[in-house]
């Protein structure tokens, strides 16, 4: 089966670092998606790769090594604002994206 | 309208109920999906449309019913509710199929009892 595999939660603190890591088993690979989900909201877009290595987006930035099938998401400089759930999702060989349950991350002053 | 808008924004509907939700994008996007999310769970592909006149099924579309006149709208219909369809329920778009990122509606919060 297809598996996407996330921390449930994670705690960090205001000003710091915070890497949340997503591993994933499925029937191909064709990309892999982090988006953000604050509570009550809906999820939107933070990254994209579908090649090895690390993409840099301003205060996030995220990883892929699709030989291990693992990525994180990196976030710098920790805000208060950053508090929200992180998804993954992988795009599988039918171009569909299949979903992990999320990283709750929870910010602390 | 900018993006994707979602109705109702909640509903409580009694077991045994129609309910469609709906959905409407004006960002002339091809693609389209249902999904719902439920706690401790990724979110699950329920139906999605590649383009106007053509529908596929995702995960779990037993129970759900979709269509797609237009490029705008996607309806999506529960022809006889069950509480295991309590769920919240997104709406997404994106621009050339299933290769290009989806942008999420703001979600409806549906409660059958």
């Known amino acids: 089966g297809q598996n996407i595999d996330q921390p449930t939660e994670m705690t960090a603190t205001e000003g710091a670092i915070v890497q949340i890591n997503c591993t994933y088993q499925?029937?191909?690979?064709?990309?892999l998606f982090w988006y953000q989900q604050h509570a009550g909201e809906a999820p939107t877009f933070l990254s994209y790769?579908?090649l090895d290595g690390l993409e840099e987006k301003g205060r996030f930035s995220s990883f892929l090594s699709r030989s291990k099938g693992y990525s994180y998401l990196l976030l710098k400089e920790l805000q208060m604002k950053d508090s929200a759930s992180y998804l993954c999702?992988?795009?599988?060989?039918?171009?569909?994206?299949?979903w992990g349950a999320g990283t709750k991350l929870i910010i602390k002053p | 309208i900018a993006g994707i808008t979602q109705a109702p924004t909640s509903q409580i509907l009694a077991a045994g109920r129609r309910m469609t939700l709906r959905c409407t994008q004006d960002?002339?996007?091809?693609?389209m999906y249902w999904y719902r999310q439920d706690l401790g769970l990724g979110l699950r592909l329920i139906h999605y449309?590649?383009?106007?006149?053509?529908?596929g099924k995702g995960e779990v579309p037993d129970g759900y019913s979709v269509s797609r006149a237009n490029t705008d709208d996607f309806p999506l219909t529960l022809a006889s509710a069950v509480p295991s369809q309590t769920s919240v329920y997104f709406c997404?778009?994106?621009?050339?199929?299933?290769?290009?990122?989806?942008?999420f509606g703001p979600g409806t919060r549906l409660t059958v009892l």
């Open positions: 997404a778009s994106s621009v050339k199929g299933s290769t290009d990122t989806q942008y």
């Open positions: 960002m002339r996007h091809n693609a």
């Open positions: 449309s590649n383009t106007a006149g053509t529908t």
């Open positions: 499925t029937s191909g690979f064709n990309g």
């Open positions: 790769n579908v």
């Open positions: 999702a992988v795009r599988d060989s039918n171009y569909q994206l299949i």
